[in-house]
């Protein structure tokens, strides 16, 4: 059954500007500023964010994901410097506490394990300095965080990854293969230098489509999103994966997808335009492969309780009902007062033509999506995630 922890911290109260954007189900996101107001105190990031996931489940097959926040680790330099040996965490102390789902996946026996991560892109680190004044360089370098990065890989020993913001792909790829794992990898458009990457273990799963999207092309700015049909690999899927009769061999592919939605909280009908198009294209692979199940993960840079959340789970949303710039949920309402009651959900032609494609005011999809996290007791899973 899934899980998710709760090791993970508070989302903060305001955001703050970065690039557009860590295990999961299918789509998670949240956006805060993490940072601490003592200056002796320092915060260690394992994960930048931690992407939610939403899944279709059809026919006899159901996958089962693990996930996890955000780890952030502190200490105290003053204490450290007095007491070193008090100061050590031990492995217990720093491993995440886990909640679990209380969906009931007792009646599926294919399980697959998918992770989601915004592994936070190395030049985005180093050009956006103020989010993580409080962070030592040496937590910074990716030398020691794709070792981190391998670390959880092995101890959450995923079937299918999905990272956002990578931009050192070749290197991820080679340290990657020594753990059995083969990847394809889509890079913005446009000036910025990282991208999205799917990696899937060789011996599990077998890739028999690949596509992406530039949502450029659209006039939606330089973000991308991936999609890839897979099969699980028969001869060990019953050893590995589970057992399963014949009869469902067939049905033992489905679609994965992975984007990195634009961070701009200003830009709902942005947003909104790549998730439509994201979700239209993995119904249109369900479909030509045979109504097969869908699991989308990535950095939505969305809140949980937002509107986009609300049309990803429910899928429908009547745009005119929401402020563009609370799409997402990243600005607090008590942050907009300024604007007049009038005004708050008019939105222009162009918008909604970004928006909905056609001008509507209204979006449905036809995917049936259920939140990875729909199980697990709100009061106890936070949704952090870096502001990009």
């Not at 500007?17 to 601490?36: A, E, F, L, N, W």
């Not at 992406?212 to 999609?227: A, G, M, T, W, Y």
């Not at 679609?255 to 990195?260: A, E, K, L, R």
């Not at 049309?311 to 997402?328: A, G, V, Y």
């Amino acid at each position: 059954m899934g899980r998710t922890g709760d090791g993970g911290y508070p989302p903060a109260e305001k955001p703050s500007r970065s690039s557009d954007s860590k295990r999961s189900r299918t789509s998670q996101h949240d956006v805060g500023q993490h940072r601490s107001k003592k200056k002796q105190r320092v915060t260690i990031r394992q994960t930048e964010t931690k992407s939610e996931t939403l899944t279709l489940n059809q026919n006899s097959t159901s996958y089962t994901h693990t996930y996890a926040t955000s780890s952030i680790y502190s200490y105290n330099r003053r204490k450290e410097k007095g007491h070193k040996g008090k100061s050590k965490r031990t492995s217990a102390e720093d491993k995440r506490k886990w909640v679990y789902s209380t969906h009931n996946v007792s009646p599926y026996q294919d399980r697959v394990v998918f992770m989601s991560y915004n592994i936070l892109g190395v030049k985005n680190a180093a050009d956006h300095e103020d989010l993580y004044h409080n962070v030592a360089p040496k937590y910074l370098d990716w030398d020691y965080r794709k070792r981190l990065i391998r670390k959880e890989i092995r101890e959450y020993n995923p079937g299918i990854m999905c990272f956002q913001e990578v931009d050192c792909y070749d290197d991820l790829d080679y340290l990657l293969k020594k753990e059995g794992f083969k990847g394809v990898y889509q890079a913005r458009t446009g000036d910025t230098c990282d991208g999205c990457a799917i990696f899937w273990k060789r011996e599990l799963f077998d890739l028999l489509h690949e596509e992406s999207i530039e949502f450029q092309k659209f006039d939606l700015r330089n973000n991308v999103c991936q999609l890839c049909v897979f099969k699980m690999n028969v001869k060990n899927s019953s050893k590995d994966m589970g057992a399963s009769n014949s009869e469902s061999i067939s049905s033992r592919s489905f679609v994965v997808g992975n984007i990195h939605v634009l961070f701009n909280p200003n830009r709902g009908d942005i947003k909104l335009g790549q998730v439509r198009l994201f979700l239209e294209s993995a119904q249109r692979l369900s479909l030509e492969w045979g109504d097969i199940p869908v699991v989308l993960a990535g950095d939505l840079n969305s809140m949980p309780q937002s509107a986009m959340y609300q049309f990803l789970t429910s899928s429908k949303l009547d745009i005119q009902m929401h402020e563009r710039k609370q799409i997402s949920g990243q600005i607090y309402p008590s942050q907009n007062r300024s604007f007049k009651s009038s005004l708050i959900y008019r939105w222009s032609d162009e918008e909604l033509r970004l928006a909905t494609g056609t001008g509507a005011s209204h979006l449905i999809h036809q995917l049936q999506l259920s939140s990875a996290y729909a199980g697990v007791p709100s009061k106890k899973v936070y949704f952090p995630s870096r502001l990009n």
